[in-house]
Every structure is written in structure tokens, then in C-alpha cells.
């Protein structure tokens, strides 16, 4: 299936049954929670430097790890947890070699995938002492722990929600 396939796709289901899987109230929490561990893992990118080296290489070096093909990495349920927090993935890329969800400001998504968040080039990496490392990766870590159990959710109720009624 295409990108833009999986994109329509998600859509589609979230015109149906976004705003019941917005009020159910697991769902409400782990949202929550994510936007705290957003603040926690942008936190400790600034704190370490990352943030400051990739703005570097973005703006002055125009490279970026944001390659093309990386946006077939994307399934149906993580596009859907975007259009959550209504972000609503591009239909046009930006950039001919680069990733499809790659804007003008760095990644259009608010839901990545594991391998974009936990993403770091070997300078970068040697840039950072041991603890610094482990302090990145046990953060990023409970970012995406909490996105997990957020698919796993949202794939429950979509299965409940599927499911013909008791008569
Ligand atoms: S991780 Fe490395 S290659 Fe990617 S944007 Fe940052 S500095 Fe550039
Ligand atoms: S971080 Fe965003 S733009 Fe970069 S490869 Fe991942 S999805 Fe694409």
C-alpha cells in the first residue's frame, strides 16, 4: 500500500471515530502523557546539544537524516494518532529528496516512528559523553513506550468499534 494510501486511509477512519477515540478516557490520558514526555525529551535534546547541532546542520549545511522513502516506514495507526492532535500529514513533498513528511521547519508530525525518534547521526552521538547518552535514551525511551501503549489502545477500540453489536 502507498503512503498516500495509508494517509486516505486514516483519514477515513478518523472522520468516523476520531472524536469517540479522542473522548475515551484512556486515550485522553495517554495523550497527556505524551505531550508531558515531549516536553521532558525536547528538554534534554537542548540540554545536551542536539537541538543546536541539528539546527546547525538543517540551516547551514542543508543536510538532514530526513531522507526520501522514510515516510513508507508509516503505518495507518501511527497517521491516525497524528490527525489525533490534528496534524494532518502532507500530501505534497517539500523537498524532492527528502522524506514526504519533512516541512520547512523540521518533521510535520507530532506521532513518529521509533526509528525517527531515536535517530541520532554518529557525530552527534560522538558528541555526547556516556551519560549523556543514557539520560537521552532513557527520555526518548519513555516517549515512545507511551506511544506504543497509545497504538495498542486506539487498535482496541477500533476492533470494539468494528464489532457488530450483541442483538
Ligand atoms: S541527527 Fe545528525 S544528520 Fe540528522 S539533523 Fe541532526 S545533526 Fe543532522
Ligand atoms: S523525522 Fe519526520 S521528516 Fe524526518 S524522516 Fe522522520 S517522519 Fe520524515
Redesign the pocket.
Known sequence: MTIQMKIERARAVFHRHGERLRGDSRVERLMREIESHWKSSWQVMEETG?VD??R???ED?G????GRGIENKYGETLLLLNLLWECDPPDQRRHPDACLFLGDSGCSLKIRDVLCVN???L??QKRLSREELRRVQETVGRELDTVFLLQETVKGLLKSLAEPEDP
Do not use: N, T
Open positions: 542536539i547541532s541539528c546547525h546542520c538543517e549545511d543536510g538532514s537524516c530526513c535517530y541520532l547521526c557525530p552527534v
